[in-house]
């Protein structure tokens, strides 16, 4: 199984993953839009980011969730009725909803945020 995988220690909160993430997703730079999250605790940063675990195909109504070959769960916009069941199913708060889509979204480890990330603290392990 392919996910995006997390070296939290590493992590100095610049957000350029967020910012990836976005422009791959929806062809913008906006936090807001990110299936990534990056925030700042007491002690260093927290990112969530899906894992790939799959609760929310179980979840989902029109089956429009599934998991790839690879297994990434993926999001069928088709199919989508945008109920958002799995958002609020996800063990990890890790699907997206922004006013600006009809579906929900989520990492689906393209890599791309790994590779532009500057303290390489985001990994794809498969």
Request: proline share 3%; net charge neutral; glycine share 8%.
């Amino acid at each position: 199984m392919k996910s995006l995988k997390v070296k939290i220690e590493l992590c100095d909160g610049c957000g350029i993953c967020e910012l990836t993430c976005s422009k791959v997703q929806f062809k913008e730079e906006n936090r807001e839009k990110s299936a990534i999250r990056v925030s700042e605790k007491a002690e260093g940063y927290e990112i969530n980011v899906c894992n790939q675990c799959g609760e929310c195909v179980e979840v989902c109504p029109t089956l429009a969730l599934h998991k790839n070959k690879l297994g990434i769960i993926m999001v069928d916009k088709e199919k989508c009725v945008g109920c958002f069941a799995c958002i609020g199913f996800c063990p990890t708060l890790s699907m997206r909803m922004h006013g600006d889509y009809l579906e929900p979204f989520k990492c689906i480890a393209c890599g791309k945020c790994a590779r532009e990330c500057p303290t390489e603290t985001l990994y794809i392990e498969r």
